[in-house]
């Protein structure tokens, strides 16, 4: 079970902070992972942490969004600096066992997603 928050509207050039609570079992040894969605637009990865050490972004957010996990709490977390108009849509937290490839056909534990809209 994944449960995100943090969700909000804010203008372009603004920040928030998302978080996801995963409940049932550890996730050490997962991968857990961003995804976001727009309305007629398919599900994209937008960052991905296995470990401690092995993170991947999107082209699209590098240098401006940074992920990172807290294995003792089974969190995933998600800060969005410098957002912009084309940030906007629903972000969903994700899980898959082991390395996968970060498409999300191949995850198959989701939460219910966060809106993030961001105004020019």
């Known amino acids: 079970q994944l449960e995100e928050s943090g969700g909000d509207s804010v203008q372009a050039g603004g920040s928030l902070s998302l978080s996801c609570v995963a409940s049932?079992?550890?996730?050490?040894?997962?991968?857990m992972a961003w995804f976001r969605q727009s309305p007629g637009k398919a599900r994209d990865l937008v960052a991905a942490?296995?470990?401690?050490?092995?993170?991947r972004y999107a082209d699209s957010v590098k240098g401006r969004f940074t992920i990172s996990r807290d294995n003792a709490k089974n969190m995933l977390f998600l800060q969005m600096n410098s957002l912009k108009p084309e940030d906007t849509a629903n972000y969903y937290c994700?899980?898959?066992?082991?390395?996968?490839?970060?498409?999300?056909?191949?995850?198959?534990?989701w939460g219910q997603g966060t809106q993030v809209t961001v105004s020019s």
């Open positions: 049932g079992r550890s996730y050490d040894s997962y991968c």
């Open positions: 994700a899980t898959a066992r082991g390395w996968v490839p970060l498409l999300a056909a191949n995850f198959h534990n």
């Open positions: 942490s296995i470990g401690s050490s092995e993170i």
